[in-house]
Nanobody, 113 residues
Framework: QVQLVESGGGSVQAGGSLLLSCAASEMMYCMGWFRQVPGKGREKVASIDGDGRTSYADSVQGRFTISRDSGENTLYLRMNSLKPEDTAMYYC??????????WGQGTQVTVSS
């Protein structure tokens, strides 16, 4: 059973930064971060593959950075220049397909104005 344990969420003022971490029981080729707010579907924020290729949602491009440390089985999301609209529950996810994807428990990020 895949286990993902997230940390680093919290409350921050607009313009601030947070680093989210996801400790995984195993690494997969496709790994990423999603977020969800009430009234909106789960949105892919950033992803990274086993070759180091990254992809970002337009809304976070230039502000967020995804990275992975295979030696520590850890996925990171560095979030800079945070905006109130970044407020959401953030989920760590691994797996290349929706059916096979494993999810973390979610960690709340709240950005105040």
């Amino acid at each position: 059973q895949v286990q993902l344990v997230e940390s680093g969420g919290g409350s921050v003022q607009a313009g601030g930064s947070l680093l989210l971490s996801c400790a995984a029981s195993e690494m997969m080729y496709c790994m990423g971060w999603f977020r969800q707010v009430p009234g909106k579907g789960r949105e892919k924020v950033a992803s990274i593959d086993g070759d180091g290729r990254t992809s970002y949602a337009d809304s976070v491009q230039g502000r967020f950075t995804i990275s992975r440390d295979s030696g520590e089985n850890t996925l990171y999301l560095r979030m800079n220049s945070l905006k109130p609209e970044d407020t959401a529950m953030y989920y760590c996810a691994i797996g290349c397909t929706a059916a096979g994807r494993s999810w973390g428990q979610g960690t709340q990020v709240t950005v105040s104005s």
